[in-house]
């Protein structure tokens, strides 16, 4: 079945890039998402990249997708304190706009 | 801007009582979604909606059941609630077109059984 992994945890000092990376199976999405959770709040849409794209950049943040691996990867350049949170990896499969959300990588920044 | 607003913030209840969990979204949406997330798994979908009345299941539906009488809202039913069912309860509502659609969360309930 469709399955989305990413590592669980990365530490970055605060000014130095953050690379999150993720693995999907399902070779048909669209889609595919990133998703930022802060403490104690739901999930907010962060960036998206359609699947015949392989980067696409939005001011301090650059997405990277490896069709043939399958791989997904978030990079946010200058990361500050105000980036750590949760970044969940998710994948649109079937209709109804279903997404299939990885485990969450929890970033936290250090000064 | 959308708003997804979830009924509690935090609720406590004992085993075997049955629990509402009620979700609205300001929107119009068609689409509506009830995930669980657990540390390590991250979102699960228990069951999702695509109009009023019909919903279909997720990956974990298994102790839930749901309801939507109307566009807006979407209820999680625990008919007998279990320590297992401990967790964050996250709704989430999108259009139903296809393309690139946004999901709206809400804000979560953090669902303790004792």
């Known amino acids: 079945g469709e399955d989305v992994e990413q590592s669980l945890f990365l530490s970055v000092r605060e000014g130095d890039s953050s690379v999150i990376n993720c693995t999907y199976t399902?070779?048909?999405?669209?889609?595919l998402y990133w998703y930022k959770q802060e403490p104690g709040a739901g999930l907010q849409l962060l960036t998206y990249?359609?699947?015949?794209?392989d980067m696409k950049q939005d001011q301090r943040l650059t997405v990277l997708l490896n069709k043939k691996d399958k791989h997904l990867s978030l990079r946010i350049a200058d990361t500050q304190t105000g980036d750590s949170a949760i970044y969940f990896c998710?994948?649109?499969?079937?209709?109804?706009?279903?997404?299939?959300f990885g485990a969450g990588t929890r970033l936290a920044v250090h000064p | 801007d959308v708003k997804v607003t979830q009924s509690s913030r935090y609720l406590v209840k004992r085993t075997g009582e049955k629990v509402f969990l009620e979700c609205v979204q300001d929107?119009?949406?068609?689409?509506m979604f009830w995930y669980r997330q657990d540390p390590g798994l991250g979102l699960r979908l228990i069951y999702f909606?695509?109009?009023?009345?019909?919903?279909e299941k997720g990956d974990i539906p298994e102790g839930y059941s749901v309801s939507r009488e109307k566009k807006e809202r979407f209820s999680l039913i625990l008919e007998s609630a279990s320590t297992n069912q401990t967790s964050m309860y996250l709704c989430?509502?999108?259009?139903?077109?296809?393309?690139?659609?946004?999901?709206?969360f809400g804000p979560g309930t953090r669902l303790t059984v004792l």
């Open positions: 989430a509502s999108s259009t139903g077109t296809g393309g690139m659609v946004e999901q709206f």
């Open positions: 399902d070779s048909s999405s669209t889609y």
């Open positions: 990249i359609f699947s015949n794209m």
């Open positions: 998710a994948e649109s499969i079937g209709g109804y706009n279903k997404l299939i």
């Open positions: 929107m119009d949406h068609e689409n």
């Open positions: 909606s695509y109009d009023v009345k019909m919903k």
